[in-house]
């Protein structure tokens, strides 16, 4: 028998008791989840986010800049690094807070404006009903005296004036 590397038929199987107390580690191969993944399921408009998102996930670099060095201890220009750093994620968390304010707002008052358009047509929409229904008795009022020879017009007048002052 050689030493050195085992040939195929010499392969010997050995059990290596563990170093510390832990117990040994499951195949990489077999899962450990207590429950299977399941791929979410998505409307049309939703998977169309989820594609962009992990698009651009993919496509753009994480930059991390000004890092530190490996070596013990902080040099003289760290804090002023740090500092740098810091005041340029305050800025750009406050342009994230200012742009959805702006976003918020614009939105708040495109529904109050459309609860105001709406509001107004169906006021419109109602004045224009009104009109029209006295219109129409005019019409037949007017019909009904040609008819009739014109006997009763003091009386339909009365109607008329009537009708106006009920309406305001």
């Known amino acids: 028998m050689s030493m050195g590397r085992p040939k ?3 392969t010997q199987l050995a059990v290596a008791e563990p170093k510390s107390g832990l117990p040994p580690r499951p195949p990489s ?3 450990t989840a207590i429950v299977e993944y399941e791929k979410p399921m998505f409307k049309e408009e939703e998977e169309d986010l989820e ?3 992990r698009r ?4 753009v670099p994480v930059r991390v800049n000004n890092t530190s060095g490996s070596s013990a201890g902080s040099g003289s220009g ?3 690094q740090y500092r740098q750093m810091r005041r340029k994620e305050q800025d750009r ?3 994230m807070d200012a742009n959805y304010r702006k976003r918020k707002e614009i939105a708040e008052f495109n529904m109050r404006r459309e609860e105001r358009l709406k509001a107004a047509e169906e006021r419109t929409a109602k004045k224009r009903l009104k009109r029209q229904k006295k219109k129409e008795r005019k019409k037949e009022k007017k019909m009904k005296t040609s008819a009739e020879g014109g006997e009763n017009k003091t009386e339909e007048c009365s109607d008329e004036e009537a009708d106006e002052a009920a309406a305001q």
């Open 78 to 80: 760290d804090f002023h």
């Open 8 to 10: 195929d038929g010499d």
């Open 93 to 95: 968390l406050a342009r």
């Open 56 to 59: 651009i996930i993919e496509n």
């Open 29 to 31: 191969n077999a899962s």
């Open 51 to 53: 594609v962009k998102l």
